[in-house]
DNA sequence: AATGAATGAGGGTTCATTCAT
DNA sequence: AATGAATGAACCCTCATTCAT
């Protein structure tokens, strides 16, 4: 079966278009991305793409259901797989998730989100319901459970859940911008800084010992 | 009166641009602004821009390097006025820096680096040379000092780097994304965000007390 | 019926944007033509041109080259179908050329020519290459030819294809600048000067009979 | 009395503007100079220009009649200086007159009123009232008394004197256009062209000498 | 008289979308 | 279903002209 023959196949039509249009509207940037790129880049003509999606901004909202749809359901799948220590959960199952996020395309689409979240509601309302909530839900669950089984400090899980986060989804912004341009910045190899990252995490997060190492860390005073 | 009028606007004409650029940029997207909406917001026709910056990509380095260009030297200053053990730095300056940072419209400018950067050699170039290497030298220098002084773990400093400074620009993506349409999340509220994140840092910072404790972190496990 | 019509204008599209750019072009001068105009006149949308022409310099480097691309061979052509005494081959076939192509379309391109020759150097390239010297040679050749065989006075070959040549450009600039205004000017009927012209010429260049008439011209004093 | 001091006397301004705008004009075509050049060229700012012209189209006709107000004047004074036979004047006296308007700028506002004739109705009207009617006189007269006197062979003098000028214009034409851009076209040195246009066309206005030569030039046949 | 900052209409070009085939 | 020619609205940029100083 040759890459022609499947490309002929109308059932992959969808996909091949929307895995163009994530490359391009992320090398060039949504507003900058042409239509035409997208269509040739799937291997299809321009009429094509219309008989698909219906215009561009549509296609935006598909690529960013597409690729983020279930991504927290995969998240909640390798969490339950393993029901050890919250902390080994965290250091095993969260890391390996976005590990695996951050090495598909779908890191992408962080780009187009923050970049594009403000110009379409729709896409706003999307990532909150879909992905935003869900993923509180499943990563303050999993710290909940580890405050309570006293293997974490009493932190505040909300402000936690984006704390383990924002940075990972800042690594996924870096690689397909500053990433995408120069290579040899030092400290951001993106695994060693996943690894680096739920570490420290996991390491913020560990009960206190008693005793006098408590009163190290300063408060933060901005004022 | 009127000479007045004139020449005081005169001379503010590239600030006033700057910050129409900055807003109108953040609020629509670099691709997606109209020329015409700077100057609208400028207070001037379309024509002034044009005898200020030569066209628009001008215009988008010149509020990149308007916003960025000192903001290292601003930390620089902000770290020197505080010569205490390296944490309290940390939780003091360095937080009181990006406070007021993610307080001021240079917020907003990260939204743009991050994503223009790609469309831009020249601003990649900027912001690598004037704000990633001084600003890596600059928290480096004090990270290096606190491990010396053995008020810090032997960590990689580089990556320790990142990992500060990460989510402090993806906060401010935040304030600019989804922090724009949505304001009812629950745990990123931004100042509370700011200190749970330095605190947090400080702590994972900490000398590790002798003891069975340090066992408790599981190495990080993604394969 | 109708994929006829389409198809059929389709092929025709290139021919009609020159026949309209050289239209416009003249009429109101290459820099004040809009392209719009262009489209309009050739009963496209502007959109259309574009996907024919990539801007309006190449449209007028391409109505140039469609309209002079061959007269010169359609002069040799002309040319050699009489093989009599080049003063005939002169009144008969370089003036019937000449005739044919101030009564075309293709005498609006010499004032293009002429009026953009300087700000456009590729067009320069082209008509020195595919015009000038060509026609320099081939009308070079029936004057050679005519000395040769005593037909013709000695004259500098190069200059006397210039006086023959040059006049006809004018006219041909002349029927599109002076003469699309003022009708009522006498000597200009075109075709009688055309007549006088090579009547003329040919005149001046019969070989002198022997006797004191030669003594009569005198000679050109300017200084 | 320095450059710079002259620069400043109100009363050279017309001059120094028409000068200016003719240079400008002629390099970049009428449509496509700026009036901010024409104004640097000058050594004035764009608002001084105003002063003494109303706009760009006034300048263009005052540039037309500045340099062609008294060309057929001169042309009179001169053919007045030398009152022996007809083709000695028009050796002399004519050929004499034109080489000095070739090797002036005032060669270069043919390039302007052949371009522009037709969009400006009023240079149209100037340029037959003053220019090509009392050249029209001028030369015919000359012509006429040539043939009165028998010096001349009994030809059409309107169509004649369009073949005395129209080649001369078409000179100052080719020195701006081709001309200005390659120099190495073998027989069009200008100088060399003049002096045989008028030889040419002295030789072309002898009589017949009876016998049978005459009948050597065969009629124009174009169809 | 002279300046030059400001204006805004105008035009070249692009590209999302449509639709006849 | 697929194509790609055609459209025309939209936008960046230029520059003739104005006018306050």
């Known amino acids: ?98 590990w695996t996020i951050f090495d598909s395309p779908a890191s992408a689409v962080f780009m187009l989100v923050v970049s594009e979240l403000r110009h379409f509601p729709e896409i706003a309302e999307f990532y909150v319901h879909e992905v935003v909530e869900p993923g509180q839900r499943l990563i303050g669950d999993l710290l909940r459970r580890g405050i309570e089984r006293g293997e974490f400090r009493d932190v505040d899980v909300n402000e936690t859940v984006y704390s383990l986060v924002l940075p990972m989804v800042m690594l996924c912004l870096h690689k397909h911008s500053l990433g995408a341009c120069v290579t040899d910045l030092p400290g951001v190899e993106p695994h060693a800084f996943i690894r680096h990252h739920f570490e420290s995490a996991a390491r913020a997060l560990m009960p206190v010992p008693a005793g006098p190492s408590a009163a190290q860390v300063p408060p933060v005073q901005v004022r």
């Open 1 to 98: 079966m040759s890459t022609t023959l499947r490309r002929r196949l109308k059932s992959e039509r969808p996909r091949q278009l929307l895995e163009a249009a994530l490359e391009v509207f992320v090398d060039k940037g949504f507003a900058a991305a042409r239509v035409d790129d997208v269509a040739t880049h799937a291997g299809v003509s321009k009429g094509t793409l219309y008989l698909y999606y219906p215009g561009k901004d549509a296609l935006l909202k598909a690529v960013i259901a597409h690729y983020l749809g279930n991504a927290i359901a995969v998240g909640a799948e390798e969490f339950g797989r393993h029901d050890g220590p919250a902390a080994e959960v965290l250091c095993n199952s969260m890391a390996r998730w976005w």
